[in-house]
């Protein structure tokens, strides 16, 4: 079974074409065979075997744009083979690797926001371009670890607020600080013990408030790690990549992370066995989203916190991550909204656009 919910990634020869890679899979190292599952759309395939398949103001949008490339010396991460890891020489495989990879994409991060017509704006986003220095990872193999967020908050601002406020400090005290194995399963596991721990201390400061808050939010995350971007999300925010085709000469917008929503057979499914049911498309009736942060009256609903987590490797073809709430893609398709990006960073950008890559699985 495939560990990882890999998103389409170019292979390592001259000049790729995205698009193809994006229809097709492709090699994520020089030296591995193409992944079994390269889900970008609907279902999302399984990230560990005890986990289910990952299956709100409104108007807020954050663009991470993926700048120069800037140079560090003998640093890097590696996937590992089967047999590697039952040889134990996954972390002598990674410190070869890292003298490979001397290449990091500059990123940087901006934000729009609008409240429309709501008293109060219940939105949230965070923007770390830079927290290596605070995670503290192993030098051996991180070099640049970086954090963006956005956070659509329901019922009230107190939930999208403390996530935006906690979430990453729960994740730069989870980060790994020494020697591990593999950094993709560390880092992975990272994340969903930090949303965990988000969920349940602002669970427990809900619960004792008189009376309980019932606020709840959705959360898109995307921490990059080196050249790799780690995607976890709950609810129905997105993370939108735009990416060059040289081959085609336009540009498309690729889905990285997955809505939830109480109408798809898997998050229903959990839903009625937790003894909860869905009602006009909602949880009860009532909830729109079937993951969040918060919503407390509905976690014992099958409402759940685990997030759902992908990975995509940058390239030089790659020109920004657009993470927006839900308002925004109720406007604009994402292939709009990347074609006005780019029309915004860089008018020579905005000409074409190509349909973005769909890519089945379950």
Known sequence: MDLFGDLPEPERAPRPAAGKEAQKGSLLFDDLPPTSSTDSGPGGPLLFDDLPPAGSGHSGSLATSVSQMVKNEGKGAKRKTPEDEKNGSEELVEKKVCKASSVIFGLKGYVAERKGEREEMQDAHVILNDITEECRPPSSLITRV???????????????KFAAQNLHQNLIRKFPKGDVISVEKTVK?????????????????????KPAWKDGSTATCVLAVDNILYIANLGDSRAILCRYNEESQKHAALSLSKEHNPTQYEERMRIQKAGGNVRDGRVLGVLEVSRSIGDGQY???????????????LTPNDR???????????????????????????PQWGRHISPPATVSGK
Request: proline letters at 3%.
């Open 320 to 346: 920004f991550i657009l993470l927006a709430c839900d308002g925004l893609f109720k406007v604009f398709t994402p292939e709009e909204a990347v074609n006005f990006i780019l029309s915004c960073l860089e």
């Open 146 to 160: 970086s954090y963006f967020a956005v956070f659509d908050g329901h019922g009230g601002i107190r939930a999208s």
């Open 189 to 209: 596991r990272c994340l969903l013990d930090t949303f965990k721990h988000t969920d349940e201390e602002f669970l427990k400061q809900a619960s004792s408030q």
């Open 299 to 313: 976690k014992r609903c099958g409402v759940t916190s685990v997030p759902d987590i992908r990975r995509c490797q």
